[in-house]
T-cell receptor
Framework: AQSVTQLGSHVSVSEGALVLLRCNYSSSVPPYLFWYVQYPNQGLQLLLKYTSAATLVKGINGFEAEFKKSETSFHLTKPSAHMSDAAEYFCAVSPFQTGANNLFFGTGTRLTVIP | DSGVTQTPKHLITATGQRVTLRCSPRSGDLSVYWYQQSLDQGLQFLIHYYNGEERAKGNILERFSAQQFPDLHSELNLSSLELGDSALYFC??????????FGPGTRLTVL
């Protein structure tokens, strides 16, 4: 079975501060992992993905995430928060290697950036 | 813009009614996925079609059904609507790879 847990439903950071959004996964097979961002009244936009290549994955808008198998984690980071980063962020896992590639999402983390 | 389109953007209807949500995938994508986003259930996978055939089912109610047509667009049919069906319904598409691209969603309100 596949699932993800996002620690912290709300995270607040000051503009210019480090952003750290936590995601832990559970998967019976080597997983594919994703971070999506959702801006108000919009769909989900892919930030980055891990598909068993490099463990440090760089995405759009300055975000990156590191796959740590020993910790079953895939935390999302950005060195310096911008006001435009305020949104909801979803971590997702896909059991792609079983032939099924529907996504299992976490409950989301709402990021607030304080000026 | 992901290239995935969904219509309508908003839908308001009454309990007991039936509605159809439409999704056009990105050009060349053979897979279409439907997801439901609600406050109490979060984002949940409903169903996956690949080139016209159903491939996987998630937490989809029996009152809900979907199909994918020869031109690859997909429709999600929701019937005997209940208040609890109010949600955002997303469609996503992919080629046959890992990355799913999401549409803007259809917001369904059941009164």
């Amino acid at each position: 079975a596949q699932s993800v847990t996002q620690l912290g439903s709300h995270v607040s950071v000051s503009e210019g501060a480090l952003v750290l959004l936590r995601c832990n996964y559970s998967s019976s097979v080597p997983p594919y992992l994703f971070w999506y961002v959702q801006y108000p009244n919009q769909g989900l936009q892919l930030l980055l993905k891990y598909t068993s290549a490099a463990t440090l994955v760089k995405g759009i808008n300055g975000f990156e995430a590191e796959f740590k198998k020993s910790e079953t984690s895939f935390h999302l980071t950005k060195p310096s928060a911008h006001m435009s980063d305020a949104a909801e962020y979803f971590c997702a896992v896909s059991p792609f290697q079983t032939g099924a590639n529907n996504l299992f999402f976490g409950t989301g983390t709402r990021l607030t950036v304080i000026p | 813009d992901s290239g995935v389109t969904q219509t309508p953007k908003h839908l308001i209807t009454a309990t007991g009614q039936r509605v159809t949500l439409r999704c056009s995938p990105r050009s060349g994508d053979l897979s279409v996925y439907w997801y439901q986003q609600s406050l109490d259930q979060g984002l949940q996978f409903l169903i996956h079609y690949y080139n016209g055939e159903e491939r996987a089912k998630g937490n989809i109610l029996e009152r809900f059904s979907a199909q994918q047509f020869p031109d690859l667009h997909s429709e999600l049919n929701l019937s005997s609507l209940e208040l609890g069906d109010s949600a955002l319904y997303f469609c996503a598409s992919s080629v046959q790879t890992d990355t799913q691209y999401f549409g803007p969603g259809t917001r369904l309100t059941v009164l």
